[in-house]
């Protein structure tokens, strides 16, 4: 089983709904939760980053992360053609193992018009 | 402010070749990180060097190595290459390791 979960989708959506993306952990002492967008042939882009429990939001994205369950989401509200891409979520552990992320395998997200 | 940088962009080697590719950080950020992506297996932790010291390191045998100059440009070597070194090599850098990191373009590695 791998560390971390994630459905490869692809997941295909009118513009303007509201899209939830999630994955489930299964390492207890990961701290540092993070949002990809990585479109085709090019390299991940940073949406959301949150360290411990809790919500973030910056402007339509929403990012979850509930320790508890081992469960993070990111909520994406109208959803436009531009974000049709592959979302990935990566999280890491405390001190001195910060910067090895552990990657889901990724979304797939089409935005149809 | 200037993103990550990686060079080259593109790469073709045969089998038993050595390859060495370049990334430049974000500047003020001292770590660096390398992930190798394939379709199969996604994206899978390299290394990370912080101070021209490597402080993390991921499963992958001893062909991959890495290195870091004192302005912290990084630089990855992969040695006798298989046709399963195939992939997109990703660079991240962040301020200290831990918390937001930022990956570059990438450099495509395709080993005939």
């Known amino acids: 089983q791998k560390e971390v979960e994630q459905d490869p989708g692809p997941l295909s959506v009118p513009e303007g709904a509201i899209v939830s993306l999630n994955c489930t952990y299964s390492n207890s002492a990961f701290q540092y939760f993070m949002w990809y967008r990585q479109y085709s042939r090019k390299g991940p882009e940073l949406l959301m980053y949150t360290y411990s429990s809790g919500n973030k939001e910056d402007g339509r994205f929403t990012a979850q992360v509930d320790k508890s369950s081992k469960y993070i989401s990111l909520f994406i509200r109208d959803s436009q053609p531009s974000d049709s891409a592959t979302y990935l979520c990566?999280?890491?552990?405390?001190?001195?193992?910060?910067?090895?992320?552990?990657f889901g395998t990724g979304t797939r997200l089409q935005v149809t018009l | 402010k200037a993103g990550v940088t990686q060079t080259p962009r593109y790469l073709i080697k045969t089998r038993g070749q050595q390859v060495t590719l370049s990334c430049s950080p974000i500047s003020g950020h001292r770590s660096v990180s390398w992930y190798q992506q394939t379709p199969g297996q996604g994206l899978q932790f390299l290394f990370e060097?912080?101070?021209?010291?490597?402080?993390n390191k991921g499963n992958f045998p001893g062909r991959f190595s890495g290195r870091q100059f004192s302005n912290s440009r990084s630089e990855m070597n992969v040695s006798t290459l298989e046709l399963g070194d195939s992939a997109l090599y990703l660079c991240?850098?962040?301020?200290?390791?831990?918390?937001?990191?930022?990956f570059g373009p990438g450099t495509r590695l395709t080993v005939l």
């Open positions: 990566a999280m890491s552990a405390g001190t001195g193992t910060a910067s090895k992320l552990t």
């Open positions: 060097y912080f101070s021209e010291t490597q402080r």
């Open positions: 991240a850098s962040s301020r200290q390791g831990a918390g937001e990191q930022f």
